[in-house]
């Protein structure tokens, strides 16, 4: 049984930063790629951010050159540093890996809520 766990998110005015970070645990063999999405109220769950094992990375235009995603593969955690947050970034913010267990599998975490607010 694979768990992702997700912490970091909260309240924060505009312009301020936050960390996400979103652990994986159980028996995991290898993980392929990372990803952080988001979902506003009344919106479509987007893609926020990738990583690939390689350490390739894409992010959605939105975000370039404030946000930054990263991986641990030995600890098997994906974090997304969030600078320069605007309002708009409010969103419940989701984590997703691709990796093997016994079968190879796409995994969510809960969700952690972002706000962005004065």
């Known amino acids: 049984q694979v768990q992702l766990v997700e912490s970091g998110g909260g309240l924060v005015q505009p312009g301020g930063s936050l960390r996400l970070s979103c652990a994986a645990s159980g028996s995991i063999f290898s993980i392929y790629a990372m990803a952080w999405y988001r979902q506003a109220p009344g919106k479509q769950r987007e893609l926020v951010a990738g990583?690939?094992?390689?350490?390739?990375?894409n992010y959605v235009d939105s975000v370039k050159g404030r946000f930054t995603i990263s991986g641990d593969n030995a600890k098997n955690t994906v974090y997304l540093q969030m600078n320069s947050l605007k309002p708009e970034d409010t969103a419940v913010y989701y984590c997703?890996?691709?990796?093997?267990?016994?079968?190879?599998?796409?995994?969510w975490g809960q969700g952690t809520q972002v706000t962005v607010s004065s």
């Open positions: 990583i690939t094992w390689g350490g390739s990375t």
């Open positions: 997703k890996m691709i990796l093997r267990t016994d079968h190879l599998g796409d995994y």
